[in-house]
């Protein structure tokens, strides 16, 4: 196995993008729970991340959701990033709240409500430009809950049209990466429900066109790892959506349901070159916090990625190709299994304070006092919420 004198250089290539809605309540259709200091700005989401940022090293951007975090002054919402330590990174786009869209937004059949959901990209476009956002993401509820609701096919069409618009506006530094998943809100049929759909609209784009892989969008069982491999091999995976699932799309803490899985995907990801600063593979979270503290929640969600990231890079993958070619079954497995148990918790937390940074983020947040700051700063006002 590797020593891990020899991946920590590699460790400092990691950065993973929080989402600013992981800071805002959240909860399920039954109850949305509140928490003391709660966010109620996209400035007070975004120091809120840099507090993960500013413990953890790892966490350099955050991603902004529109119109959830809608300002006036993007410019100035950036700057405001960076005087916190950290920038503005993906622009997500909301198709899914707006009554319009009920029958779908960029499938829609109807061409003025086609032409509302393209234009809102359009708008997200603009913000790009002004917070230097590299990347649109595009996660679509369109579908259907009944046979015989839509024509399946044509709404594929009318799909691929409204993306050629979208992707035509974007800057030539800008890409725009498709998110599927494979059910709800729809619950019959989804426009983007597997990597296969959205590989096929994206390659039709261009080359700036990826595809977004969210961990909680499959169904269970599901060999996620292998559609890593897949993408990665076919040039095409853009970014992850990292949380994780036990039962649907539970966007709960990464690495908390199936660590083993976090481990088999980032082994893939790192086989596949698609780790370090110039993969172009965007880690990100896609998290929410109903009843667990968000700012610890994000803490340990990036510590939970680069535990897995040291591990599968740990993997002696000259002796795995061996026992590979050898036909050694056995041997390249345990060879895997290797590198999954070994526990890095400990040189991990000498490697940050090498780097400045505390031995232990968690406890370093909590002493910080910035918890109960926050719970007595931010009263009134409208909490932000999942929705808003
Ligand atoms: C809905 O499933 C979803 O969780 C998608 O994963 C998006 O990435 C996210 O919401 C934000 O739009
Ligand atoms: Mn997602
Ligand atoms: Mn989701």
Redesign the pocket.
Known sequence: MAQFSDIAPLLAEQAIELPS?AFGNSGTRFRVFGTPGTPRTPQEKIADAAQVHKFTGLAPKVAL?IPWDKVDDYAALGAYANEQGVSLGTI?S?TFQDDAYKLGSVTHSDPRIRQKAIDHHFECIDIMHKTGSKDL?I?LADGTNYPGQGDMRARQDRLSDSLQQIYARLGTEQRLVL?Y?FF?PAFYHTDVPDWGTSYAQVAALGERAMVCL?TG?HAPGTNIEFIVMQLLRLGKLGAF?FNSRFYA?D?LIVGAADPFQLFRILFEVVRGGGYGTDSGVAFML?QCHNIEEKIPGQIRSVLNVQEMTARALLVDTDALGAAQSAGDVLGANSILMDAFYTDVRAPLAEWRESRGLPADPMAAFTASGYRERISEERVGGAQASWGA
């Open positions: 809605w959701h997500n909301n993401k996660w998110e998943k709800e969210d969008h959506d799309d966007d896609d």
